[in-house]
């Protein structure tokens, strides 16, 4: 006797999940931050070129250009597939607090004034942005999962 084969991505939890997902994605909330995240992920890339750092920063201009690079494409990830990306939200904010203390770490007394207030404030505002999108992965997580009814389980 054959048995039929069941796929998990036919089991209706999942289907649900999936349509829960592309309605978090839907979201001006969402579309906000995620837009706002590339727009800082794209800025940061850029930064060291637009506030001019010094030649001697090249270390902290190539860290904001890879960090930069990928918060703009974890943003993009977000807003086009974020049923299969949202796991991945808690590095935006991870990101965000390394660009604030990478002026520090990786050039010390080499960084000027310019190049600290750049990294502090688009570290801050990626942060945001990044615990903004970690707490929107979590509460939909949470409250709209299959079975979190008022007893937490069925």
Known sequence: ????????DD???????????DRVA???TAKSVDGL?????????????????????GD??????????????LALAFATMWGRTHGLSWVVPVIGAWTIVAPWV?????????MI??????GLVILALGL????????RRGAGAPGAGAGGRR
């Open 117 to 122: 207030a750049n990294n502090v404030i688009t």
């Open 11 to 21: 089991h209706p939890e999942i289907a649900e999940l999936r349509d829960r997902f």
């Open 37 to 57: 995240a590339l727009l800082s992920g794209l800025y940061l890339a850029l930064s060291p070129w637009v506030v001019g750092f010094r030649p001697i920063a």
């Open 60 to 73: 902290l201009a190539s860290n904001n250009l890879i960090c930069g690079l990928a918060v703009a494409l």
């Open 1 to 8: 006797m054959v048995r039929p084969t069941v796929s998990i």
């Open 132 to 139: 903004a999108v970690t707490t929107m992965a979590r509460t």
């Open 106 to 114: 990786i050039r010390g007394r080499a960084v000027d004034a310019g």
């Open 26 to 28: 839907e979201t001006s």
